[in-house]
């Protein structure tokens, strides 16, 4: 069964109202650029979010929290985004902040098929408020529960026809969990090959987590801070 | 005289040693990078997935798909790697990273520090700072003694949410570097012409303070 689509208007026209989608990218790097442009024309509201962080003003997610497409954002950071700022103090949207590497591994035990499991961090804090706490070797920890979504939302460097997917750098982030945590994942590669061209022991992703994939095209890959040595 | 942020960073530098594995947070913690003691193996991490970072990089060498914590564009050293997100955690909750550096909103002398949140002003998340503060086995506060207000921010209790209970082991401040022991506060060195007095005087908690308490050696 082919998992090739032509393009993401393709890819997310079955996407419902009040729908999941985990967002992979961490800050501005390695987000799904094209299929976040193509949720933003499909125009689905309510929809839940899980991304680390929520883009900025306009761009990436940015573009859905102005349209208010968002009715709840699982994030560990949103911290770069004025309107989801005064979206969230003005209690317009709902907001879940968990800590960065709980949402991790919160979204790496949900594809794994992993329904709970004890972190230490968030402990003695806001965070454990109403969580089952237990003690491990003299030292205090927290339940937390593994997370799937109804969509996955991948970005690659390269990938092959049959779903396998390589990034690059720090583009990585958050996108090989998400792609084991969605019902359907979606991936947009920067490369499409055909499969058996990519070296099998490079392959982050294997393909088996991965429902459809397409060539993405245009992409800004638009820099938050740009820092340089003179 | 209090410490500028660089003498600050670089009072710290000197915690480090051979082999460490060090995660720097925001502002003046990736300072510390710059005092890494030449011949000194040294890896730095960043939470988004990379062990060996850079200097900034080259206008020309700028690339969007590598960038720090901070989101920032940076370069990898040699024997650098790349990683996912849970996997940079594993190695943050197994233990694995040496020191982090990380700055606070307030400390007290039991370890506990707020560091994320000013309910009803800033609620920007709390990023990766709970899971480090929880897990490191070392974790040293790069701060100013006293916020812009002068009120201190070495304490009895936080008054703002908490990022971690009992978990900071050491206080580089511009005035003062302090350890928290299981009586509190602990008064290491000062920085160099500023009393013990004065340090005391701009602490909100007891400090144990024990012989002659030596200046920092810059």
């Keep these: 069964m082919s998992k090739l689509i032509n393009n993401a208007a393709e890819a997310v026209k079955d996407i419902k109202d009040g729908m999941s989608i985990m967002l992979g990218g961490f800050g501005l790097c390695g987000i799904p650029e094209n299929l976040i442009n193509a949720i933003y024309d499909h125009g689905a509201k309510d929809l839940i979010c899980i991304s680390n962080n929520a883009g900025i003003d306009g761009f990436g997610l940015g573009k859905l929290l102005n349209k208010r497409q968002v009715k709840k954002m699982i994030a560990s950071y949103v911290g770069e985004n004025k309107e989801f700022e005064r979206q969230m103090l003005s209690g317009e949207i709902e907001v879940d902040l968990v800590p960065q590497g709980t949402l991790a591994e919160r979204i790496r035990a949900g594809g794994a098929g992993i329904p709970a499991f004890y972190v230490p961090a968030g402990y ?10 237990r003690s491990f070797n003299g030292k205090m920890y927290l339940m937390e529960e593994g997370m799937t979504a109804d969509y996955a939302f991948v970005k690659a460097w390269k990938g092959d026809t049959k779903g396998n997917l390589i990034f690059k750098h720090t583009a990585n982030n958050f996108n090989q969990a998400m792609a084991m945590a969605g019902k359907i994942t979606i991936a947009e590669v920067e490369e499409l090959v055909p499969a058996g061209e990519l070296d099998p022991n490079q392959i982050h992703v294997p393909g088996i987590f991965v429902q459809k994939i397409f060539q993405g095209k ?3 890959k638009r820099i938050e801070f740009e820092t340089i040595s003179e | 005289m209090s410490l500028t942020k660089y003498d600050i960073a670089k009072r710290i530098a000197q915690e480090l040693k051979d082999g460490y594995y060090v995660n720097l947070g925001i502002g003046i913690p990736t300072l510390v990078a710059n005092y890494i003691p030449a011949g000194m193996d040294v890896t730095l991490h ?4 990379l062990l060996g970072i850079g200097p900034f990089p080259k206008k020309e060498n700028v690339d969007p798909d590598l960038i720090n914590a901070g989101k920032q564009t940076v370069t990898y050293t040699e024997g ?3 990683f996912d997100s849970s996997l940079s955690f594993a190695m943050i909750r197994g233990g694995h990273i040496n020191l982090t550096v990380l700055g606070a909103f307030e400390v007290t002398d039991k370890g506990d520090i707020s560091s994320w949140k000013i309910p009803g002003k800033m609620v920007k998340g709390m990023g990766g700072a709970m899971d480090l503060v ?10 100013t003694h006293t916020d812009k207000n002068g009120n201190p921010k070495l304490k009895k209790e936080c008054s703002l949410p908490l990022t971690g209970v009992n978990c900071v082991k050491k206080i580089v401040s511009d005035l003062a570097v302090i350890e928290i022991t299981e009586k509190g506060f602990k008064l290491l060195e000062r920085a160099p012409g500023v009393s013990v007095d004065e340090i005391k005087e701009k602490t909100d908690a007891p400090i144990i303070i024990e012989g002659d308490i030596p200046e920092m050696n810059l």
Excluded: M, R
Aim: charged letters at 25%; aromatic letters at 6%.
């Design chain 1, 124 to 133: 003695g804090t806001e965070v454990a408020e109403g969580k089952e706490t």
């Design chain 1, 218 to 220: 245009d992409y800004e």
């Design chain 2, 46 to 49: 960043s939470e988004n997935g």
């Design chain 2, 80 to 82: 650098g790697s790349f």
């Design chain 2, 134 to 143: 929880a897990a490191a086995e070392n974790i040293i506060v790069a701060t």
